[in-house]
């Protein structure tokens, strides 16, 4: 019995790491549409497609420049990775 939790939490383990790069992969995806203009940041402007984004701009934009880079991005997609 103790042989059957183990292999079942190993193939919840393999599968969430196969998984995790594909959702990065989309979410980065996600943030090259936003970008629209291509120079590696969301402005506010550009933000304004994004419903998400930009209900939650204060507490993405970390270092308060007016921009959303990728690594912000990032962050936010981590924190909510059901949202689509």
């Known amino acids: 019995m103790?042989?059957?939790y183990i292999s079942l939490s190993?193939?919840?383990?393999?599968?969430?790491?196969?998984?995790?790069?594909?959702?990065?992969?989309e979410a980065m995806s996600g943030f090259k549409v936003?970008?629209?203009?291509?120079?590696?940041a969301i402005s506010a402007e550009e933000a304004q497609t994004n419903e998400a984004v930009t209900a939650s701009w204060t507490s993405l934009d970390v270092?308060?420049?007016g921009q959303i880079d990728e690594a912000e991005f990032s962050a936010m997609e981590v924190e909510t990775p059901t949202s689509k």
């Open 34 to 40: 936003l970008d629209a203009d291509g120079n590696g």
């Open 2 to 4: 103790k042989n059957k």
């Open 63 to 65: 270092n308060q420049d």
């Open 10 to 25: 190993a193939a919840a383990l393999v599968t969430g790491a196969l998984l995790q790069p594909v959702y990065a992969e």
